[in-house]
Every structure is written in structure tokens, then in C-alpha cells.
């Protein structure tokens, strides 16, 4: 069965420092995956995905994740975090109908000054 | 519109009443989904519409949850007979093909509380 795990479900930093937000995630199917954002009393925006190819992706603003099939995991990070980066991130995989997205529970980014 | 709008924002029901919870999709976008987001939680899949085909329904948690998208785009999602249970905030997403693969666009939901 498909499902993810965010492993923190809180991240404090500092602003101008790099974070890591992480996701494992297990699947008996081709692997896609996902990393969308929720800012505060918006919709959930993607923020980047993997199909397939380079195990390395880059996202909008800055955050990259990599696919990494031997440790089941697809890290989000960013090296520089901004103020405007607070939000609730969640990791997301298809069903095996491909007919949802499962997401994580989310990880609560919160940069301050 | 630009983005999928979903109306009403706020929804207080008393336990017991009917409410009706509208979701506007982006023009033209053959995919609709509506999740259930509970507080704390990340969302859960409700249903599925390709088009007008309600082809997946089995995050429906019962038989007093209904979906319909009778022409394809304005979808519905239509809940009897409210419980304490049922409050949360519902999403409904639009994507521009079927299925999951390319992005999906999210409304900003309804907050459902039931009292």
C-alpha cells in the first residue's frame, strides 16, 4: 500500500538558515511523489514533484528535494529559509488507483528573525 | 476564474442538518478531487471526477456523503444528516488532466464546523 511518513511534525529556524524537511515513503507501484505547501489561509500550492529522471529536483522558491529509491526518502530542502517560507508543508504519493494523492501528516516550517 | 473557488468559506451546521458545499474547478480542467482535512491532519481523499465520471469514491466515510460534477465542471459535495464528527475543512482540487501526475489546484476550502 502507498503512504508517507513526515518525520517532524514541527521545524523551528532561524532566518538565512538551510532546513531539511523529511518524508520517507513506501510504495508497491512506480514511484511519484510530491512536496506541496499551505501558506497561512491559502490552498495547497505544489511546490515540486518527481515522475521519473534526475533524482534531484528543483521546486518553486528555491526548494529542492532529492529521490533516494535505497532509503525511501525525498527530503525537501532549502538553503536559505525567508520569513515568507512559514507554512505547512506536506509530502504527498499517488494511490495505487492513481486517482488521489496520500499526504503526510505535514511539517510546520516556522522561520523567524 | 483564475483559481478554484469554493464557496462558502465558513459553514456552522447544527448536528443533524443537511449542508451542500460548492466547488468551482478551473475552466477547462478534466480532474476534480475533493479531500477532507481534519485539524492537525494532512488531507484525505473523499472522490474522484474525470470529467463528469465520478470514477473513484471510496474515501466517501459514508453513505451520507455525496459528490456529483453533473456537467463536468461545478462539482457538489453534499453531506446529510451532519455529525460532530464531519467538521473539518474541505478541499476540492482541479487538475488539467486525469489523474494525479500533473498538478493539481487547490481551492482554499470550506471550514465545516458542525455544533
Known amino acids: 500500500a502507498q503512504s508517507v511518513t513526515q518525520l517532524d511534525s514541527q521545524v523551528p529556524v532561524f532566518e538565512e538558515a538551510p532546513v531539511e524537511l523529511r518524508c520517507n515513503y513506501s510504495?508497491?507501484?512506480?514511484?511519484?511523489l510530491f512536496w506541496y505547501v499551505q501558506y497561512p489561509n491559502q490552498g495547497l500550492q505544489l511546490l515540486l514533484k518527481?515522475?521519473?529522471?534526475?533524482?534531484l529536483v528543483k521546486g518553486i522558491n528555491g526548494f529542492e528535494a532529492e529521490f533516494n529509491k535505497s532509503q525511501t526518502s525525498f527530503h525537501l530542502r532549502k538553503p536559505s529559509v525567508h520569513i515568507s517560507d512559514t507554512a505547512e508543508y506536506f509530502c504527498?504519493?499517488?494511490?495505487?488507483?492513481?486517482?488521489?494523492?496520500?499526504f503526510g501528516k505535514g511539517t510546520t516550517l516556522s522561520v523567524s528573525s | 476564474g483564475a483559481g478554484v473557488s469554493q464557496s462558502p468559506r465558513y459553514k456552522v451546521a447544527k448536528r443533524g442538518q443537511d449542508v451542500a458545499l460548492r466547488c468551482d474547478p478551473i475552466?477547462?480542467?478534466?480532474?476534480l478531487f475533493w479531500y477532507q482535512q481534519a485539524l492537525g491532519q494532512g488531507p484525505e481523499f473523499l472522490t474522484y471526477?474525470?470529467?463528469?465520471?465520478?470514477?473513484?469514491k471510496s474515501g466517501l466515510p459514508s453513505d451520507r456523503f455525496f459528490a456529483e460534477r453533473p456537467e463536468g465542471s461545478v462539482s457538489t459535495l453534499k453531506i446529510q444528516r451532519t455529525q460532530q464528527e464531519d467538521s473539518a475543512v474541505y478541499l476540492c482540487?482541479?487538475?488539467?488532466?486525469?489523474?494525479?501526475?500533473?498538478?493539481?489546484?487547490f481551492g482554499q476550502g470550506t471550514r465545516l464546523t458542525v455544533v
Open positions: 475552466s477547462g480542467h478534466v480532474s
Open positions: 471526477f474525470q470529467n463528469e465520471a465520478q470514477l473513484d
Open positions: 518527481y515522475l521519473s529522471g534526475s533524482t
Open positions: 504527498a504519493v499517488p494511490n495505487q488507483a492513481g486517482t488521489a494523492l496520500i
Open positions: 482540487a482541479s487538475s488539467l488532466e486525469a489523474g494525479v501526475n500533473t498538478e493539481a489546484f
Open positions: 510504495s508497491s507501484v512506480s514511484v511519484y
